[in-house]
């Protein structure tokens, strides 16, 4: 009798079309607990044999049903949506003349059907998603006036989200098996999709409203990990607690009755429109993002008070904990405009290829602190999202090579080329960072380290800080590449992992070149400074006695510049370790014979040592030469006194 049933009563494809006619639960929630259609459709959906030609019937069904589901999301709802994504996987099917073909159960769904769903409106064209963006989401929430509960009416857009980020991730998992049938035409959701969906936002809902989303509050969150990661890097953990209290549940912040946003005009104050944003529900501000955007410029080029500096990094935050990826876009076009006034136009998709474009921007913004942590803030976002485009490119290609050799084994220095890409991008990322602290604002340094550093610089710092955390490798390729000498006691001070090139300096005293050699020395004696411990006396030691031997075996031509830098290097040596103080002496005693050999590039260095030092009466005794007096200072500076201010090289 059963079998009757199941086979002749009620076949899958009759009960299949007798189900697709049923409409949509009005309300679907989980308080729900009735045999439902859309158990029957999950039910069908796990029988491998439902019939392909009904693909777009269920498709239309679940996104009708989609519509007008309600909180508590009900948990088959989730169900059916992964469920649905699993049968668009090809798999093969037996064909009467006995070869495989390969068939997908159902389709995709289309990034117009996305954007009906999520901004509410028919299905749009082609020209109509090109012009949707976030912000008109939020634009059509703060002009409606709806006082709808913040946790009940983004239901249907919730699911569409997680749809999209299951599908992508199902994508990169099962990548082979979608290769194998081209033919089918199913690809990846593009970044032109993905930047229309404020992910970050209904992250947080799900979270705030957690009774109400329950099984998609960690869903999300971890298919974010691994789909969008540039959404979620350290700087947004740092920004979680303001992010809760302050983005979305704020019913002082959604009750609270706030003057009409204007933009101020060039002549108008702009901290009372800053004060008035960072009050502002999360709708109103969205709606606002393009006249915040335009305030750049002027930001840039006025000198502002530190309240109204605070007030624009914290509005800018709100807004890249609602929607990170339209205000990194954003943001980033328009530091590249202050520099290129022609209107360089860059795409998502070049930032993912080229994140340094960021980096690239006017100097002048590395002088302000907010603007520069903003900016470091966007190009770890694109970095990250360059690392994850590479990474799904290189996959891609290998499995095409794979197909096209019929092979079973993947390449197995891959990983190791994509290592080495992603450090030589970081490494090239540092070196543009560095030279932003060797700016003529910062030239001013002494033999010791600076005492303190900027908002720019300790921001630039950190940075490099966390590079170096998470690969150690980068500092040795740093240092072997190596960076200007003026920037040494600004990086050593500020970098608080650069004690880890303790165990390269010994393979890079090596190199060579002689500026190489300098600027190892230069920071060999600054990390000894920075870095007492007992591990630093041996390699201090091998800094003294290729000072030593550079001063003897080198040639006049360069002597001098060996002569500068090495006299910096022993005192601070000399300084830090006493048992050194005797060699330290011993080689300045030795530069100072070279002085009174009389020739002339030593006549040269003289000069050179006098503006150097400010002048030789400074340190004492007025009839001096240059390198006197140059000895003098680095022995008082070895001995523990007080030495003077000299500007670096």
């Known amino acids: 009798m059963k079998n009757l049933l199941n086979n002749e009563v009620f076949r899958d494809d009759a009960l299949l079309r007798h189900t697709l006619r049923i409409p949509p639960t009005q309300n679907l929630n989980a308080a729900l607990v009735s045999a439902l259609p859309v158990n029957c459709i999950y039910s069908l959906l796990q029988n491998k044999t439902t019939f392909a030609s009904c693909d777009s019937l269920?498709?239309?069904w679940i996104l009708a049903q989609m519509r007008k589901c309600t909180v508590p999301v009900h948990p088959v709802m989730v169900q059916?949506?992964?469920?649905?994504?699993?049968?668009?996987?090809?798999?093969?099917?037996?064909?009467?003349?006995?070869?495989?073909?390969?068939?997908?159960?159902?389709?995709?769904?289309?990034?117009?059907?996305?954007?009906?769903?999520?901004?509410?409106?028919?299905?749009?064209?082609?020209?109509?998603?090109?012009?949707?963006?976030?912000?008109?989401?939020?634009?059509?929430?703060?002009?409606?006036?709806?006082?709808?509960?913040?946790?009940?009416?983004?239901?249907?857009k919730i699911l569409m989200a997680f749809y999209v980020l299951a599908y992508n991730n199902h994508y990169m998992n099962h990548l082979k098996a979608y290769m194998v049938a081209p033919f089918l035409q199913l690809q990846p959701y593009g970044m032109d999709l993905l930047n229309k969906i404020p992910f970050k936002f209904y992250l947080a809902v799900t979270i705030r409203n957690q009774e109400l989303y329950d099984p998609l509050g960690d869903v999300l969150g971890r298919l974010m990990l691994e789909v969008l990661p540039q959404m979620r890097t350290v700087y947004d953990d740092m920004q979680s607690r303001f992010y809760e209290e302050d983005e979305l549940g704020g019913s002082e912040a959604h009750t609270t009755t706030l003057p009409t946003l204007v933009a101020p005009s060039a002549s108008q104050p702009i901290s009372r429109y800053l004060d008035l944003l960072s009050r502002c529900p999360v709708d109103r501000l969205c709606a606002s993002m393009d006249d915040f955007i335009d305030l750049l410029p002027r930001l840039c080029?006025?000198?502002?008070?530190?309240?109204?500096?605070?007030?624009?990094?914290?509005?800018?935050?709100?807004?890249?904990?609602?929607?990170?990826?339209?205000?990194?876009?954003?943001?980033?076009?328009?530091?590249?405009?202050?520099?290129?006034?022609?209107?360089?136009?860059?795409?998502?998709?070049?930032?993912?290829?080229?994140?340094?474009?960021?980096l690239r921007s006017d100097q002048t913004l590395f002088q302000r602190g907010f603007l520069t942590r903003i900016i470091l803030r966007i190009f770890t976002a694109h970095l990250t999202a360059s690392k994850l485009y590479f990474s799904n490119q290189l996959e891609i290609v290998q499995q095409e090579l794979?197909?096209?050799?019929?092979?079973?084994?993947?390449?197995?220095?891959?990983?190791?080329?994509?290592?080495?890409?992603?450090?030589?991008?970081?490494?090239?990322?540092?070196?543009?960072?560095?030279?932003?602290?060797?700016?003529?604002w910062r030239s001013k340094a002494d033999f010791g380290l600076p005492s303190e550093l900027t908002e720019s610089q300790s921001a630039i710092c950190t940075f490099i800080h966390r590079l170096i955390l998470a690969n150690p490798t980068l500092a040795k390729l740093v240092i072997f590449q190596g960076f200007p000498l003026a920037a040494v006691p600004c990086i050593v001070k500020g970098v608080e992992s650069l004690h880890i090139c303790f165990d390269y300096l010994h393979e890079a005293m090596d190199l060579p070149s002689v500026p190489k050699k300098l600027f190892i020395l230069e920071l060999c004696s600054c990390l000894c400074i920075r870095f007492r411990i007992p591990r630093t006396l041996v390699v201090a030691r091998l800094a003294v006695d290729v000072i030593g031997t550079?001063?003897?075996?080198?040639?006049?031509?360069?002597?001098?510049?060996?002569?500068?830098?090495?006299?910096?290097?022993?005192?601070?040596?000399?300084?830090?370790?006493?048992?050194?103080r005797d060699d330290c002496l011993a080689i300045l005693e030795q530069m100072r014979a070279m002085d009174r050999s009389g020739s002339k590039a030593n006549r040269q260095w003289r000069h050179s040592a006098r503006n150097l030092i400010g002048g030789v009466a400074s340190v004492g005794r007025s009839s001096s030469t240059g390198v006197e007096a140059l000895i003098e200072c680095a022995a008082k500076c070895v001995t523990g006194q007080p030495v003077l201010t000299i500007q670096n090289d």
């Open 58 to 60: 269920i498709k239309d």
């Open 80 to 156: 059916v949506l992964a469920l649905y994504i699993e049968r668009t996987l090809p798999f093969a099917k037996k064909i009467p003349d006995g070869t495989d073909e390969y068939v997908s159960l159902q389709k995709p769904f289309r990034p117009s059907e996305i954007c009906s769903i999520l901004y509410d409106i028919p299905e749009p064209t082609k020209l109509e998603m090109r012009r949707l963006r976030t912000v008109d989401l939020f634009s059509q929430r703060a002009t409606s006036g709806a006082a709808t509960k913040e946790g009940t009416v983004h239901v249907s």
């Open 301 to 358: 080029s006025e000198t502002l008070p530190a309240a109204t500096e605070d007030a624009f990094e914290k509005v800018w935050s709100r807004l890249v904990a609602v929607d990170s990826n339209t205000m990194f876009f954003a943001s980033t076009c328009a530091f590249l405009l202050l520099k290129d006034k022609t209107g360089m136009t860059v795409t998502t998709e070049d930032l993912c290829f080229e994140p340094l474009h960021i």
């Open 402 to 440: 794979l197909l096209k050799r019929s092979g079973d084994s993947l390449d197995p220095t891959r990983d190791a080329q994509k290592a080495t890409m992603f450090i030589l991008q970081e490494s090239l990322a540092v070196q543009i960072l560095i030279e932003n602290c060797t700016m003529p």
């Open 550 to 580: 550079m001063v003897i075996a080198y040639p006049q031509a360069v002597r001098h510049e060996i002569i500068s830098v090495g006299a910096r290097c022993l005192a601070r040596i000399g300084n830090v370790f006493p048992p050194l």
